[in-house]
Nanobody, 125 residues
Framework: QLVESGGTTVQPGGSLRLSCTAS????????IGWFRQAPGKQREGIAC??????????QYAASTKGRFIISRDSAKDTEYLEMTSLQPEDTAIYYC??????????????????WGQGTQVTVSS
């Protein structure tokens, strides 16, 4: 089970940290992805981290590279998404997802079997 938290309303240029806590498994054995879905748009992969066996390699979408950072606290079984320089186009529901595989992917949401409930991020003045 995955539970996201941290979504809220923030002003343009602001920062936010989302959390994704896992229960029932060891997060280090999983690839974790962060996705977002804005109204009327497809779910988009924005950041992901591979398993411990793949040295926690990360990938970022072009739209978030340099602004978002994915990290993991293995002791807490929690994945984080640090978001900076937020803009109105970042407004979306943000989801974390997990798959029992080593390599993470941003290409397809269907690559992940386990999903959190989502947390709303709104960027607005």
């Amino acid at each position: 089970q995955l539970v996201e938290s941290g979504g809220t309303t923030v002003q343009p240029g602001g920062s936010l940290r989302l959390s994704c806590t896992a229960s029932g498994g060891i997060l280090d054995d999983y690839a974790i992805g962060w996705f977002r879905q804005a109204p009327g748009k497809q779910r988009e992969g924005i950041a992901c981290m591979s398993s411990k066996r793949e040295d926690f390699k990360t990938q970022y979408a072009a739209s978030t590279k340099g602004r978002f950072i994915i990290s993991r606290d293995s002791a807490k079984d929690t994945e984080y998404l640090e978001m900076t320089s937020l803009q109105p186009e970042d407004t979306a529901i943000y989801y974390c997802a997990a798959e029992a595989t080593d390599y993470c992917s941003l290409a397809r949401a269907a690559d992940y079997s386990y999903w959190g409930q989502g947390t709303q991020v709104t960027v607005s003045s």
